[in-house]
């Protein structure tokens, strides 16, 4: 360790190493431009939910920067929505979505990853043709189950259809999939039975799709909107996408910083799991190319 | 002890499965159709001289009962069903209801907002794909380049893809509003006198969305495209650059081909995204989709005609959801048409 420095490599790069000052320039230069356009939007409206009810946020004397920044429309917000309310269906859907789709996305998957039962093909069928629809044009139908099931404007209804996703199986068995056969067979021989080789041996190698998954999930019930649009009917039921809406077109013109506060609560959940699990969200996508 | 097969294993192979234990079962030897499927399908027990089939054959079906479930009663059926109930006067809420034939399909073949909102959903492909496969791919070449604060910059491109397209749909109505940051920026740089009407002219209202749509699917495409230029040999980008080669003629030439099938396969996946929008249009146009309906697509329309609790008709929505499947399906097998002969 504390042998004679020799003075290696430079650890840090320098400026040059990355190319020619000009080409450096111009990279920054067209990201932050790019910046500025994908985040600019969303910045924008957090900056707004900030500004003081003294200060415009339309209109030519709006200015970017809130000069009074506060927090009112965040406690206005709590108080004369009940966002709590919505929060928390949301999140009952999130949650029971996450943890069906991971039961039973996990023991289709490890069933596919295994030879040796007849059958296989036939399931294998079912579930490419399950994704063979798009949701759009089945959502009459899928109403008309949830309505004969008694379970309009019912939050059960919003999570039923999505409660396991062939996509989710699929990404569980190429897991699996990829567990070497010779530590099964090992642990075959030392008489752990199917069970056991599940629990201890197939899903702890898989916790990479099981985050992908769970991400994915949480997700599309957060975001989701049109399902929960047709479901819904009454404001107690609602979720945070559906309040939001509401409240934007509802015709008590409500403050429009209220507004911006919602949305920028309603992001915060996904933005807190993309910081922790960031490299499982970009895995994520590639997976989502199997949709085909 | 050396002939543990999958359910053969002394402890009790799965819940519900101990009831049975490993001796009652003698062991059989491999049948025709066992030994076809082992030669095909090497199991872990292939070469233990056991049967490599469960001897519980609903075992591995107790597994896969509740996603065969799911799949089948939320997925293949509600497709059957609406082919059903397309032939019907079925209303949303439930009640008697008709055979009535073709009726549904001669109607929708004579309705002009049935073909209005086709025509809004193809549009929206076509100006979108190829906006969608070219910009994420300029972009990915721009972030490929491991410059310091790169993540950075790759996780804010991302950002648009986490909010919800109601959070994003509400930022860009701000935005384009009358009195919103870009036409009050364009009428302090006096490039324009009177706001433009993004959100009350029906074209302005489409192509917002579109822009819209193409904004919040940047960087999830940016990622797709990422990881498929890795694939790209860097030695062909050296020896091209020290044959004089600019950069736009390397990326015509090196890095297309080299993304190629990325190319395809996002064009087809944005394609089938385009035909399924709806949130974009109903936040940008409101709940009616544009003036009069004319910014309506097909997923729009759908919920319109056949799903509202009052005047909806469930049976003329699944005509009209029968069409946009038809429209999607046509979509996917060009695509793969398109992909083959490529390849070829």
Known sequence: MTTAVDKPRRLMPRWRDYGRPRELVVRYLLLVFVLFITVGPLLWQLLSSLKGPTE???GSGASLFPHHPSLRAYRQVFDQVPVWTYIRNSFFVAVISIASQLVFSTMAGYMLSKPGWKGRKLVWVVLMASMMFPFESIMVSLFLSIRDLGLVDNLVGVWLPGFVAAINVLIMRAAFLAVPREIEDAAMLDGAGEWKRFRYLYLPSAYGAILVV?????????????????????EDHFTLTLGLSRLQSSSFGYDQRLVMAGSVISVIPVLVLFVITQRWFYKGVSSGAVKL | MAQHTLDQAPVPASPGAGALSPGTSPHRPPGR???????VVPGPTADAGGAALYRRWWLPWLWMAP????????????????LLVSFTDAKPLGGTYNLVGLDNYTRMFGDSDFWLATRNSVLYAVIVVPLMILLPLLLAILVEKNLPGIGFFRSAFYTPVLASSVVVGLSWQWLLSDQGLVNTWLEKA?????????????????????????WKGLGWYMIFYLAALGNVPKELHEA?????AGSIRRFWHITVPGVRQSMMLVGTLTGIGSLRVFTEIYMLGGSTGGPGGADRTLPFYIRDVGLDPLTGNAGYGAAVSVALFALTLGLTLLAQRLTKEDES
């Open chain 2, 240 to 244: 091209a650059a020290v044959d004089g």
């Open chain 1, 214 to 234: 769970t991400i994915n999930t949480f997700i599309s019930a957060w975001d989701d909107f049109l399902w929960p649009l047709i479901v819904l009917r009454t």
């Open chain 2, 33 to 39: 159709l066992r030994r076809a499927l082992r030669s």
């Open chain 2, 67 to 82: 996603a065969i479930v799911g799949t089948t009663v939320f997925g293949v059926f509600p497709f059957l069903n609406t």
């Open chain 2, 190 to 214: 006096h490039i324009i006198r009177e706001a433009i009407p993004f959100l009350s002219d029906s074209w302005l209202i489409l192509l917002s969305a579109m822009g819209l749509t193409i």
């Open chain 1, 56 to 58: 415009d946020v339309f």
